[in-house]
C-alpha cells in the first residue's frame, strides 16, 4: 500500500471533508505528518495563549479526601467552589487500576481504524446517546479545535452494553461505577454550605439525573501555538469530573485574564462548577472558564463525566438559597433549552449563562 501524503488534502474543502466528512478526524491529519497547521485550525490572536498571560505561581486546590467525614473536607470542597470553582482530589476513593484502564481504553478506542470509529458518527451511530465527533461545532465556528471526542450519555447499564464500543464500553462503566460515591458525597457537602439540609429525589434530579462521558484525543500538533484543544468556555453541568493523563494542558481563567495551569497529579480528579450549579447555588459557586492547549510533541487524552440535571427539569436558585431573602439571579429555565443554546454556537467563554440572568 502507498504511503499516505498531505498533498491530495492541500485544499481547503479537501481538509475539511478528510476530517469533518470522512471522520479522519485531526488524528487522521496529525498523522500524515503535516509540516503546517491548516488554516481551518488557525485561531484569531486574542484566543491564543502565551506565555505573558500565564500565571505559573497560582494553582487550583488540591484536596485529600482521605477522610471525607472530616468537616474541614466539606469546607475546604466549598471553599474551593466559591473562590475558584476548580480543585482537585486525592486519595477518593476510585481504584487508580480503574483510572489507567479507561486511559487505556481511549487510547484503544482512538487507534481504531477510521472507518470503525465512523459507526458511531452522527449519520451512523445506532443512538443519539453515544456520539464521535471533531472539534466542537464545526458548523458554528470560524475556527476549528484541534481534538477528536467520543460522547456517551449514560441511560442505563444495558443501554450502555449495547450501544457503546466494545474498546472502551467495560472500562468506562467501570470507572463510572466508580466515581458514584465521589459525586454524591460532593454534592452533598456543596448543598449544605447553602442551607440544602436533604438531597431528596427532586434535589437528586435537578443535580445529578443524567450524565454523559467524553473520551477527548488532542494529537500531536504541527504549531500548537496558533490553535487550541478546546477553547475557552465554561461547563453547562452540575459538576465535571475530569480524569487527566500526566501531559497536562488544562487552563483555567484566573484574575485579570490570566490563565492557571492544572498539573497531573498522578491518581488524582480535577472537579469543577458548571453553570446549572452556579444558577442553582445563585451565584454561590462559580463555573469557571477554562481551556486547553495543543500539544507539539505527544497526543494527550483527557476523560470528564459530566454531572447535568436531566434534559426536561426546570433549573433555577434553589428556594432554600433565597429563603433568607436573597434576590434570585436567574429565572427558571428548561435544561434541555439551555443546552441547545450553548451547542449552537462556538465556545465563547461564559457568554451561554446569559441566557439564565434575570
Not at 481547503?12 to 500524515?32: C, H, Q
Not at 434570585?328 to 435544561?335: D, F, H, I, R, S
Amino acid at each position: 500500500m502507498d504511503p499516505i501524503v498531505a498533498t491530495p488534502i492541500s485544499e481547503s474543502s479537501n481538509i475539511t471533508d478528510f476530517v469533518v466528512t470522512n471522520r479522519n478526524g485531526v488524528k487522521g491529519l496529525s498523522e500524515m505528518g503535516l509540516k503546517t497547521l491548516p488554516k481551518q485550525y488557525i485561531q484569531p490572536v486574542e484566543e491564543r495563549i502565551t506565555v505573558s498571560n500565564i500565571l505559573p505561581q497560582e494553582s487550583i486546590p488540591i484536596i485529600d479526601m482521605s477522610n471525607w467525614d472530616e468537616p474541614k473536607v466539606s469546607e475546604s470542597i466549598c471553599d474551593a467552589a466559591e473562590k475558584w470553582g476548580f480543585f482537585q482530589i486525592i486519595n477518593h476513593g476510585v481504584p487508580i487500576e480503574v483510572l489507567e484502564n479507561v486511559k487505556d481504553a481511549t487510547h484503544r478506542f482512538f487507534n481504531l481504524p477510521a472507518e470503525e470509529k465512523s459507526k458511531f458518527s452522527k449519520e451512523n451511530s445506532p443512538s443519539n446517546s453515544v456520539r464521535f465527533g471533531t472539534s466542537f461545532s464545526p458548523e458554528a465556528e470560524k475556527a476549528l479545535e484541534w481534538k477528536d471526542y467520543l460522547s456517551m450519555f449514560y441511560v442505563s447499564e444495558d443501554e450502555a452494553s449495547a450501544l457503546w464500543p466494545s474498546a472502551c464500553k467495560d472500562q468506562v462503566l467501570e470507572y463510572m461505577r466508580g466515581s458514584e460515591p465521589v459525586i454524591q458525597r460532593l454534592l452533598e457537602a456543596l448543598m449544605k454550605r447553602i442551607n440544602v439540609k436533604e438531597i431528596d429525589e427532586t434535589k437528586k434530579s435537578l443535580l445529578m439525573g443524567s450524565k454523559r462521558i467524553n473520551l477527548n484525543y488532542y494529537p500531536i500538533c504541527p504549531n500548537p501555538e496558533l490553535t487550541v484543544g478546546i477553547g475557552r468556555h465554561s461547563d453547562v453541568s452540575t459538576l465535571t469530573i475530569l480524569l487527566q493523563d500526566d501531559i497536562g494542558g488544562l487552563y483555567v481563567r484566573g484574575n485579570n485574564d490570566s490563565w492557571v495551569h492544572v498539573p497531573p497529579i498522578s491518581g488524582s480528579l480535577v472537579i469543577n462548577v458548571g453553570d446549572a450549579l452556579q444558577i442553582m447555588s445563585n451565584g454561590r459557586y462559580k463555573s469557571i472558564e477554562h481551556r486547553v492547549v495543543a500539544n507539539g510533541s505527544k497526543n494527550r487524552i483527557s476523560v470528564p463525566i459530566f454531572v447535568n440535571p436531566r434534559p426536561d427539569d426546570m433549573i433555577g436558585p434553589f428556594p432554600e438559597v433565597l429563603a433568607r431573602g436573597e434576590k434570585a439571579l436567574y429565572k427558571q429555565v428548561l435544561y434541555s433549552n439551555y443546552v441547545r443554546h450553548f451547542y449552537k454556537k462556538a465556545h465563547d467563554g461564559k457568554k451561554t449563562i446569559e441566557f439564565a440572568k434575570i
